[in-house]
C-alpha cells in the first residue's frame, strides 16, 4: 500500500481524504507538476518547483508549502515508498474555502489543499515505445487559451488520447488555427536535416520542462532549434518527429495521421536526443 501525503501528513493511501467541497474536486480549481524518479533520485525538480509557483501566481493561489520543504517531501515518499523509476504527482487546489460557490474569497485567508503521491515505473528509462516510435493522429485544439497554467482540467486532453487509441494510435497533437500546439500531455517537435522546429513558447503551449532542457542540450550539441509554428501537413513531409514529456522524455514519433515518417521507424534526432537527455538528467538528479 502506497504512502501519500496530503496536507502535512504522510498517510496510507486508503486513509486519504479531502473535501467534496475542494474547489479542485468542484470546479477544476488546482494545479499539479509531474517529477520523474530515476535511480531513486528526483529529475528537474528546480524547474518543476518554479512553474508550479509560476502556476499558483498565475490563478492569485497561495503556495502552502516551500521549496524546500517541497523536496523534503518528494525525497520523503521516494523513500517510504522504494521507488528507483516512477513519478510523483503533486496536486494544489484552492482548498474548501467555504459552500460551492464561483467566487472564491481572499487567497491569503483560504487553506489551500495539497496532494503528493508516487507511481511505480519499472523500466521508464527503457520504454520499448522510444525504440519503435509513436504513431499520432490530429485533432482540433479546444481547450480554454491559458495551457500555460499547468492546471488540473485534463477532459480534453483525456478525450484526445481516447480518439487516438480508438484510431489505432497512441497519442494525439492538437491543432488552432492550422497550426500544431502541442500533444495532449507533451511538447511536440518535428526534423528537417539537421534543425529541430517547434512552437515558441506562449499562452497557447504549456512550458515543458523537459522542453527547455532538450533544447538545451540539443544546441550544445550543435543542432539548430527553430521556434516557430508548423502544419500537419509539414510534419508528414519532415525527415522525423517527437515528443518530449516528464513521463515520456524524448519519444520518438514515427506517423502522423497515417502518414509514417522515416519508413516508420525512429530517426537519429530523437533517439541521440533521448540519450543525451536522460544521461544528463541521470547526472544533475538530486
Known sequence: MRTVYVNGEYLPETEAKVSIFDRGFLMADGVYEVTSVLDGKLIDFEGHALRLQRSLDELDMRNPISSEDLLEVHRE??????????????????????????????????????????????????????????????????????????TVQLLYPSMGKMMAKKAGADDAWMVEDGVVTEGTSNNAYIVKGN??????????????????????????????????????????????????SASTFVMPVVEIDGVALGGGVPGRVAPRLREIYLDESRKAAI
Do not use: C
Not at 99 to 116: G, N, Q, Y
Not at 209 to 231: C, G, K, P, S, Y
Open 195 to 244: 534543425r529541430i522546429i517547434t512552437r515558441s513558447l506562449s499562452q497557447s503551449i504549456l512550458h515543458g520542462i523537459t522542453r527547455a532542457a532538450v533544447l538545451r542540450f540539443a544546441r550544445e550539441a550543435q543542432m539548430e532549434v527553430e521556434e516557430r509554428d508548423f502544419t500537419i501537413a509539414e510534419a508528414q513531409e519532415a525527415d522525423e518527429a517527437f515528443v518530449t
Open 77 to 150: 515518499l521516494v523513500r517510504l515508498n522504494g521507488i528507483d523509476e516512477g513519478m510523483i504527482y503533486l496536486q494544489i487546489t484552492r482548498g474548501a474555502p467555504g459552500d460551492r460557490d464561483f467566487v472564491f474569497p481572499d487567497p491569503e485567508t483560504t487553506d489551500p489543499t495539497i496532494v503528493l503521491f508516487t507511481q511505480n515505473k519499472p523500466g521508464l528509462a527503457d520504454n520499448p515505445a522510444a525504440k519503435q516510435g509513436i504513431k499520432v493522429i490530429s485533432i482540433e485544439d479546444i481547450r480554454w487559451g491559458r495551457r500555460d497554467i499547468k
